[in-house]
């Protein structure tokens, strides 16, 4: 895993031209390739190449970027692995392709020379690169097919500038920071920024599974390479076959990502997605796994118990860190290291796994992925359930239903009654976008009416995000029933954008690389092929086939626990430590410098929550991160540590 960066330039410039600039941008990004840093230009110097590694494959020097073909006519800087790419290398050395290396980054190399872009469809992978091809002057970029890792650009007509993060971009003088106020309105409504937008105007981002190509005197040209490959209709397979078929896919696509010359651990939640993962560790590594968890004081957010459980059970050597609410102060930096907007609050528990888990390894195996390929998420059966809620006649829903909900105690338990039911009821409501779309909503279109400024209404309310995740929905033929759209909008839309960011930064604030075997593109295709019932079981139990496979390792007690996750106890902290960070950064005076919220509106929020009239803990955290983003990347008037020296002392 590494970072890479680049400069290509349209109009000739002088000899020096971009050089340093390239270097700021490249030592930006120092923190996800620890271990060496390269720059590479063209002969003719319009073209820049920077590289920060972290060495996963063939320790040596052998194994530096940019990597240049030995005729000199490519240059490719890559961040990710390939886990097929013993096989590709077979094939291109039964070719007359000769290696200088180990890695992976090579096999990327001689693959283009012999088969051109259609490289792509044999790569089996996480990956993000640029491949520079002298001989007729393009540039191509290439983003993986489940989109894991990030890849950003910016384009003025006369540079064009891309990196793995987009403080790579910012690192350019000539990049100015400007808010797109679209994207943030994206953010508010959905809790986080979707591709290809990313906060800041001009910069942008492939989306998964895309490419593109960069080309002097012509305009850059984006394209699709894959896309999930749905049936007509779903597979007529018993379950004893689907199980034998699951845990096959499932455990080839960990065996290929085992692959390592550097010590190798895992995340164990004590949930059934990690569990998976362990389990299939187990069959290749007999000899000792090391995993690692976290957990909270808060006893319904509290994983630790479980996950040493089913660590005692499948004999993995395992370490549990648990979170005190005195880890806000960890956020600042957190902001600092997501860059884009976003209010995902399991980024906290995630950014502490990860740098306790690089004290020990330095690849770790995540169960990222099952939830939205297996239903695991209770808002699929909302979403099957919500058209009979419809038939309740409007008058009844409206004057009796929803003021009964509105009426319900606020709860700050995880996943409480009446957290659900109010989330329900008010989803369910709405009739202008499909239910599913309405579950995870941080601010409704009648509170952004009132917290909304008048001129932030003004240049945002025009777009609709969630008309833009309704149209990740389409695809999935009518024959593979109501849940196959449902879970194609997550997979395209909420996990690339939500979860997967959320694992990529936090994990490469400490130059760890996370590997996720359930986003195997093959395993992906094989969940899409499933039939509704194996999904989702008669009595509506979410990843219903992955928990039958599991039976056979783990007791029904491990197995059959409600699905808990990362996020934090924030009804109940929001009124606790975090305060000092509502008062200091949703004071009126920062709310007022960014122009985007009416200041009253935002102290009535905190007064409410204050008093326990409702829940806005989520809405919080989410205003919260959107002040310090903006005054982090924007105003630059705050600057938190990196992560590392936030933590100093702290991670053990």
């Known amino acids: 895993m590494c970072g890479i960066a680049g400069i290509f330039f349209y109009r000739r410039r002088g000899e020096a031209a971009g050089a340093g ?31 920060r590694r972290l060495s996963i494959l063939d320790l040596s020097s052998a194994g530096s970027q940019p990597m240049v073909s030995p005729d000199g006519r490519l240059a490719v800087v890559y961040n990710g692995e390939i886990y097929n790419f013993r096989r590709i290398r077979r094939e291109l050395e039964a070719l007359g392709f000769q290696f200088r290396s180990q890695t992976d980054t090579e096999v990327l190399l001689h693959g283009y020379a012999a088969w051109g872009k259609s490289l792509l469809e044999r790569l089996n992978g996480m990956f993000a690169f640029a491949l520079w091809d002298d001989a007729i002057g ?75 190509e960069v080309r002097r005197g012509n305009a850059p040209i984006r394209s699709k390479y894959w896309e999930i490959p749905f049936r007509e209709e779903p597979l007529d397979i018993s379950l004893d076959e689907a199980v034998e078929e699951l845990d096959h896919r499932l455990g080839e696509a960990v065996r290929l990502r085992l692959v390592s010359d550097v010590p190798i651990g895992a995340f164990l939640s004590g949930g059934v997605d990690s569990s998976s993962i362990v389990r299939a560790m187990k069959k290749w590594i007999p000899e000792d796994v090391k995993t690692f968890s ?73 169960g990222d992925g099952a939830d939205e390929l297996l239903a695991g998420y209770e808002t699929y059966r909302a979403s099957l359930l919500a058209p009979r809620y419809r038939r309740i006649p409007r008058w009844i829903r409206r004057c009796l239903i929803e003021p009964a909900v ?44 009132r917290l909304y400024s008048t001129e932030f209404r003004r240049k945002s309310l025009e777009s609709s995000p969630l008309a833009e995740y309704a149209s990740a929905m389409n695809g999935p ?9 449902l879970l194609a909008a997550d997979a395209r839309f909420y996990l690339p954008n939500d979860m997967l960011v959320k694992v990529d930064r936090m ?57 808990a996750g990362f996020n934090l106890p924030l009804g109940f902290w929001m009124n606790q430590e975090f305060l000092p960070l509502l008062d200091r950064h949703l004071s009126r005076g920062t709310i007022g410098r960014m122009g985007l919220l009416e200041p009253g509106e935002v102290e009535r929020i905190i007064e409410e929550h204050k008093s326990r009239r409702y829940d806005h803990g989520h809405l919080l955290y989410g205003l919260l991160c959107l002040s310090l983003w903006w005054q982090i990347w ?19």
């Not at 930006?28 to 920077?50: N, Q, T, V």
């Not at 033929?477 to 759209?485: M, N, R, S, T, V």
């Not at 924007?634 to 053990?652: I, M, N």
């Open 507 to 563: 994990s490469m604030a400490f130059g760890l690389e996370v590997r996720v075997p359930f986003l195997d593109h093959n395993f992906v295709s094989f969940c899409f092929s499933l039939p509704r019932h194996l999904m989702i079981g008669n009595g509506a139990q979410g990843k219903f086939l992955l928990k039958h496979s599991l039976r056979k390792t783990l007791p029904a007690a491990i197995v059959e626990r409600p699905k």
């Open 138 to 212: 393009r540039l191509w970029l290439a983003r993986d097919r489940m989109g894991i890792k990030p890849l950003f650009y910016y384009d003025d007509g006369s540079m064009f500038l891309f990196g793995s993060e987009v403080k790579a971009i910012l690192a350019h003088p000539g990049v100015p920071r400007r808010p797109d106020h679209e994207a943030l309105h994206q953010f508010l409504t959905l809790n986080y920024v979707a591709a290809p937008a990313t906060g800041f105007s001009g910069i942008r981002q492939l989306l998964p599974a895309e490419e593109m």
């Open 634 to 652: 924007l105003e630059q008037s705050l600057q938190p540590p990196p992560l590392r020296e936030a933590l100093a002392g702290e991670a053990g």
């Open 294 to 366: 976290v957990g909270f004081e808060e006893e319904s957010y509290d994983e630790l118990h479980a996950a040493e459980a089913v660590a005692k059970i499948l004999g993995v050597s395992h370490r549990g860190l648990r979170l005190q609410p005195s880890v806000a102060d960890l956020l600042p930096a957190i902001m600092r290291h997501h860059e884009e907007p976003t209010a995902d609050s399991s980024s906290i528990a995630v950014c502490l796994l990860s740098a306790m888990t690089r004290r020990h390894v330095t690849v770790a195996l995540s």
């Open 477 to 485: 033929p009518k024959g593979l029933g109501p849940l196959a759209p």
């Open 21 to 51: 600039s390239l270097a700021a941008m490249t030592d930006s990004l120092a923190h996800r390739g620890p271990d060496g840093r390269g720059i590479w230009f063209s002969s003719d110097r319009m073209l820049g190449l920077g590289h």
């Open 406 to 449: 509105r009426a319900l105690p606020v709860s700050h338990r995880r996943y409480s009654l009446e957290s659900k039911v109010k989330r329900f009821v008010y989803g369910a409501s709405q009739e202008d976008y499909p239910s599913h779309c309405c579950w995870r909503v941080l601010c409704w279109p009648q509170l952004a009416s």
